[in-house]
């Protein structure tokens, strides 16, 4: 294995050359592009407050490809071979009425650790960012609803992602600020980049080698506490190690306008949208999650002034919190509907669109009110493998960890179980 040194001196090598494919060189920002095959990618979109019950759900008893769509999916009709339901599914460890995507990826168990009060564990997009994301600048990226945007109905997290250590990752929540990451240039002469890096560096090996010398000694619950303190140094320096990998090298001309400031509610949504088909195609990334809005914010722009808890609650009194539930249901599968059809005129290099080499979750850990089973999931694209266009019914509570280690499969990521997952979901394999 060649050391730090070396290896930047071949990289610095690398781009002083053209970058010969008869040669066996693929560029880094452009690998969708050169390669015969168009590589895989995952997306998930999430949102809290779940559907409207009666109005977003398919009738359990018409399955397979002639089920009616229900008034709230009906703006995807156009669609529809495009995605299948998949009702039945839930977290069987869910407690939270209203943490709509703190466990939605995971499958965790809140009180899965004595002594802690609040504990989670990878998310699936994390397991397939370790995987796929080995030959994108970002190895994942996380989208956040805007800060205008309050009272969203997600619980706790700092996206929707997890890392190994189950703890939170961080996103980004201004579509401004997602552009300039994906495609604005840092123009900072080089030697400086790698001279920053290095003193990042220096301070994580003098950090790491005082947490060592404070292992003598301690108790276990300390040491356990310790190791998490050093995955999270080991975490950085892989970072670290990526951002060497790419200094030098140009991010992609971006295909799409900067966007201007400002924007919130569902114009935000459409341009978060525009965004992650951006980023998938100049491969800058093969894993996308959003945590939705659903919040305040959101339901003002779509002409709803209910407050979003309440509208959760629609049961009760009905009225206009049903009508601006279900409001919100159709404004969602419109968006969808625009993004499903942005993707599939989206041509990769072969001649086939980014649809087809991509598997798209839309759902939430939240079907309705604190209702925690069957679980809204509704899965699309042709990257992974799956039945589209069929109202599918899975035995009840099967574990929606199920569905995502199905997917981490379908779409090249090496994992033999997920979460809770009790072994793929064969039912939604085509």
Same mark, same amino acid.
């Given at each position: !294995?060649?050391?730090?040194?070396?290896?930047?001196?071949? @990289?610095?090598?690398?781009?002083?050359?053209?970058?010969?494919? @008869?040669?066996?060189?693929?560029?880094?920002?452009?690998?969708?592009?050169?390669?015969?095959?168009?590589?895989?990618?995952?997306?998930?979109?999430?949102?809290?407050?779940?559907?409207? /019950?009666?109005?977003?759900?398919?009738?359990?008893? %018409?399955?397979?490809?002639?089920?009616?769509?229900?008034?709230?999916?009906?703006?995807?009709? #156009?669609?529809? @071979? /495009?995605?299948?339901?998949?009702?039945?599914?839930?977290?069987?460890?869910? &407690?939270?009425?209203?943490? =709509?995507?703190?466990?939605?990826?995971?499958?965790?168990?809140?009180?899965?650790?004595? $002594?802690?009060? !609040?504990?989670? @564990?990878?998310?699936?997009?994390?397991?397939?960012?370790?995987?796929?994301?080995?030959?994108?600048?970002?190895?994942?990226?996380?989208?956040?609803?805007?800060?205008?945007?309050?009272?969203?109905?997600?619980?706790?997290?700092?996206?929707?992602?997890?890392?190994?250590?189950?703890?939170?990752?961080? $996103?980004?929540?201004?579509?401004?600020?997602?552009?300039?990451?994906?495609?604005?240039?840092?123009?900072?002469?080089?030697?400086?980049?790698?001279?920053?890096?290095?003193?990042?560096?220096?301070?994580?090996?003098?950090?790491?080698?005082?947490?060592?010398?404070?292992?003598?000694?301690? $108790?276990?619950?300390?040491?356990?506490?310790?190791?998490?303190?050093?995955?999270?140094?080991?975490?950085?320096? %892989?970072?670290? +190690?990526?951002?060497?990998?790419?200094?030098?090298?140009?991010?992609?001309?971006?295909?799409?306008?900067?966007?201007?400031?400002?924007?919130?509610?569902?114009?935000? *949504?459409?341009? !978060?949208?525009?965004?992650?088909?951006?980023?998938?195609?100049?491969?800058?990334?093969?894993?996308?999650?959003?945590?939705?809005?659903?919040?305040?914010?959101?339901?003002?722009?779509?002409?709803?002034? &209910?407050?979003?808890?309440?509208?959760?609650?629609?049961?009760? %009194?009905?009225?206009?919190?049903?009508?601006?539930?279900?409001?919100?249901?159709?404004?969602?599968?419109?968006?969808? #509907?625009?993004?499903?059809?942005?993707?599939?005129?989206?041509?990769?290099?072969? =001649?086939?669109?980014?649809?087809?080499?991509?598997?798209?979750?839309?759902?939430?850990?939240?079907?309705?009110?604190?209702?925690?089973?069957?679980?809204?999931?509704?899965?699309? =694209?042709?990257?992974?493998?799956?039945?589209?266009?069929?109202?599918? *019914?899975?035995?009840?509570?099967?574990?929606?960890?199920?569905?995502?280690?199905?997917?981490?499969?379908?779409? +090249? *990521?090496?994992?033999?179980?997920?979460?809770?997952?009790?072994?793929?979901?064969?039912?939604?394999?085509?």
């Amino acid at each position: !294995m060649t050391n730090r040194r070396q290896f930047l001196q071949s @990289s610095k090598a690398l781009i002083a050359l053209p970058f010969l494919e @008869s040669l066996g060189f693929t560029r880094f920002s452009s690998a969708a592009n050169s390669a015969k095959t168009p590589p895989e990618r995952l997306v998930f979109l999430g949102f809290g407050w779940g559907v409207t /019950d009666e109005s977003w759900v398919p009738d359990r008893s %018409t399955t397979g490809p002639d089920y009616v769509l229900p008034p709230g999916l009906k703006p995807l009709e #156009a669609h529809k @071979s /495009d995605f299948s339901i998949v009702q039945g599914m839930w977290n069987q460890f869910s &407690v939270e009425g209203h943490a =709509g995507s703190t466990w939605w990826l995971s499958g965790a168990n809140k009180f899965g650790q004595p $002594g802690q009060s !609040m504990h989670n @564990s990878i998310s699936a997009d994390q397991v397939a960012a370790e995987q796929l994301g080995m030959h994108t600048r970002f190895s994942s990226l996380q989208l956040n609803p805007g800060k205008a945007d309050t009272n969203s109905g997600h619980g706790e997290g700092l996206s929707m992602a997890w890392d190994r250590n189950g703890k939170p990752v961080a $996103g980004l929540d201004d579509p401004v600020q997602v552009y300039h990451r994906l495609f604005s240039n840092d123009d900072t002469p080089i030697e400086e980049q790698k001279a920053r890096l290095a003193q990042k560096r220096s301070v994580l090996d003098t950090v790491m080698e005082n947490a060592r010398s404070m292992r003598r000694g301690l $108790g276990r619950d300390d040491n356990e506490k310790l190791e998490e303190y050093f995955q999270s140094i080991r975490d950085i320096e %892989t970072r670290i +190690g990526k951002d060497e990998t790419w200094i030098g090298v140009p991010r992609p001309g971006a295909p799409l306008s900067e966007p201007r400031g400002g924007m919130a509610g569902k114009e935000e *949504v459409r341009l !978060m949208y525009d965004l992650l088909v951006a980023a998938f195609q100049t491969d800058s990334t093969r894993v996308i999650t959003y945590r939705q809005p659903s919040g305040q914010g959101y339901m003002e722009s779509i002409g709803a002034k &209910v407050h979003p808890h309440d509208m959760s609650h629609y049961h009760s %009194t009905r009225g206009e919190k049903l009508a601006a539930s279900q409001k919100r249901d159709r404004t969602n599968s419109a968006m969808l #509907a625009g993004l499903i059809e942005k993707l599939k005129s989206t041509r990769e290099a072969d =001649g086939s669109s980014l649809f087809d080499h991509l598997a798209l979750v839309y759902g939430s850990n939240i079907r309705t009110g604190h209702e925690l089973h069957n679980c809204p999931t509704l899965l699309a =694209g042709g990257g992974a493998g799956i039945k589209l266009g069929e109202n599918i *019914v899975v035995p009840d509570e099967t574990p929606l960890c199920n569905a995502w280690l199905t997917l981490l499969q379908g779409v +090249g *990521v090496k994992a033999e179980r997920h979460g809770d997952s009790t072994g793929v979901l064969k039912q939604i394999l085509a």
